[in-house]
């Protein structure tokens, strides 16, 4: 019988931003385990808070994460399924719109 894979957890940081940024936290959880050398990501969740933007879904502005086993966006208390191709393309893209949200919320564009 082949022997469990344990998960750990492999990051977790949390990032309170000044009111410039945006204000709010930056928050990124990692689990999986190491096999053969490689980094295998099993569970993430990224997720940019800020109450002062949106109240619903505990203050989760945007979120990506792949609980009830599906990946997913979260955007102002809507949720939609999304592509996964990479943790590094979700990572990615969860930057950049996040630092697209600060920017409309300044009223800048792009």
Known sequence: MAKA????????ERFELK???????????????QEKGLTVVTRY?????????FQGDNGRVLGFDNAHDYHHRHYMGEVTAVDFTSDEATSERFQ???VEIIKLNRGETS
């Not at 894979?5 to 977790?12: G, R, V």
């Not at 997720?47 to 933007?53: D, E, K, L, Q, W």
């Open 96 to 98: 950049q719109e996040w």
């Open 5 to 12: 894979t344990k998960n750990i957890l492999l990051e977790q």
């Open 19 to 33: 009111s410039k940024s945006g204000g709010g936290l930056l928050c990124y959880e990692v689990w999986g385990y």
């Open 45 to 53: 969740n990224l997720a940019y808070i800020n109450h002062a933007m």
